[in-house]
């Protein structure tokens, strides 16, 4: 158990709707990473926040957008939901640290299943 | 770019080795990592190891690094079927953040 929890942990929307998943760090964790796992893929990072400001945005839209909250709580928001964005959502959570360093190992979450009709 | 190679599926007979392998093309890669995935879960983190060293090993996991050839592998010793799962090998470079480039995967699959 890393205990980081994401929920829900199923979602079934339809095309142009809009999506909030929600994901619960570990405590003392101030850096959180929202990771998009398409079926038979790898993750793909989507961005970052670190003390609740984006820290790295990977290759989404801006239709992908987070908020990260003071309680170690944070969100990941979805707008004009297509087709292509089925897949498993996982969140990260790590100690932080710009720089990097052990501290900065990601634990993940068991993710969020969203399906797009 | 940043680009990160697994092979797709490898099978072993429970109490062989497994021997998983990834390549990368990040010079800059500060640390790489082992983690595990089973179906319908999250991402658990086996290992990980700091670009300046050849080699980690913890319990039945060895890792080796080849930094000039940008080669990394994951060797399991005594493969049991409880091993079967997806194994993502992951790079984070200098000055990247938080951002961590996964392979594909490989599917390893342990017959009894």
Known sequence: ETGVTQSPTHLIKTRGQQVTLRCSSQSGHNTVSWYQQALGQG???????????ENGRGNFPPRFSGLQFPNYS???????????????????????????????????????????? | GEDVEQSLFLSVREGDSSVINCTYTDSSSTYLY???QEPGAGLQLLTYIFSNMDMKQDQRLTVLLNKKDKHLSLRIADTQTGDSAIYFCAERGYNQGGKLIFGQGTELSVKP
């Open chain 1, 43 to 53: 993750p793909q990072f989507i961005f970052q926040y670190y003390r609740e400001e």
């Open chain 1, 74 to 117: 944070s969100e990941l928001n979805v707008n004009a939901l297509e087709l292509d964005d089925s897949a498993l959502y996982l969140c990260a959570s790590s100690l932080g640290g710009l720089a990097g360093g052990p501290g900065d190992t990601q634990y993940f979450g068991p993710g969020t299943r969203l399906t797009v009709l």
């Open chain 2, 34 to 36: 082992w983690y595990k």
